[in-house]
Each structure stands twice: as structure tokens, then as C-alpha cells.
């Protein structure tokens, strides 16, 4: 399984950034799909998952509201649109996946070390 993901960039606070991840390689139609965010000296986590079995999602309580994950499937990529963003929200995001039946709300609460794909990570920077 491959992911790379794009689109992270400097923006002011209140602005926003859309978030890419094409994605090949998957065996299954059942995955859990999603963006984990690390910021310095913090752990890495889930923030915006999906489920590709029946599209449900998850959110962090932080970027709830604010954030929209979407996947399309025919095109093999992912999504997050980032609204409203804030100095809080900087970090390097990355796009991770698991080939599994699982919840949208357990893959984004896993421990980072138990995800099995990862794409390269890209930097978001939040200015105040």
C-alpha cells in the first residue's frame, strides 16, 4: 500500500488548507482510512477518519466542526478541508490507513505505532 499525500503549506489563522492523499495498493475493499497530526514534541494523533465500508466518520473534538474528511473511492484518494484553521493546528499531517473492518472512531484513537501504512508527512503552519 502506498499513500502520498499533499496540499500542507503556511496560512494565516482563519484560513484554510485542503489536505490530499492518493492512495493505491489495497487489497480489500474493507479499510479504515484517516489523518493523524504531530506537532513538536507531542505523540501522533488521529484527528479526521473514515471507514470505507459505510463512510462513517470520525473527529477529534478539536477540529470538529472545522475539518471534513471525504474519500473518493473511483479516483483513489482522500481528503481533509481544513476551515477556520488556528496556530494550534500546525503540525506535520499525515495520511494513514489500515486494511481492516474497523470504526472510523477506533482507527483515529489507535496508537500511531500500531497503524500499519503511512504516507510521508506534510507540514501545516499556522501563523497568528
Known amino acids: 500500500v502506498q499513500l502520498q499525500a499533499s496540499g500542507g503549506g503556511l496560512v494565516q489563522a482563519g484560513g484554510s488548507l485542503r489536505l490530499s492523499c492518493a492512495h493505491s495498493?489495497?487489497?480489500?475493499?474493507?479499510?479504515?482510512i484517516g489523518w493523524f497530526r504531530q506537532a513538536p514534541g507531542k505523540e501522533r494523533e488521529g484527528i479526521a477518519c473514515?471507514?470505507?465500508?459505510?463512510?462513517?466518520?470520525f473527529y477529534e473534538d478539536s477540529v470538529k466542526g472545522r475539518f471534513t474528511i471525504s474519500s473518493d473511492n473511483a479516483k483513489n484518494t482522500m481528503s481533509l478541508q481544513m476551515n477556520s484553521l488556528k496556530p494550534e493546528d500546525s503540525a506535520v499531517y499525515y495520511c494513514?490507513?489500515?486494511?481492516?473492518?474497523?470504526?472510523?472512531?477506533?482507527?483515529?484513537?489507535?496508537?500511531?505505532?500500531?497503524?500499519?501504512?503511512w504516507g510521508k508527512g506534510t507540514q501545516v503552519t499556522v501563523s497568528s
Open positions: 494513514a490507513a489500515e486494511e481492516v473492518i474497523i470504526r472510523a472512531r477506533a482507527f483515529c484513537q489507535r496508537s500511531a505505532s500500531t497503524v500499519d501504512f
Open positions: 473514515i471507514s470505507n465500508r459505510d463512510d462513517n466518520t
Open positions: 495498493g489495497f487489497t480489500y475493499d474493507d479499510r479504515a
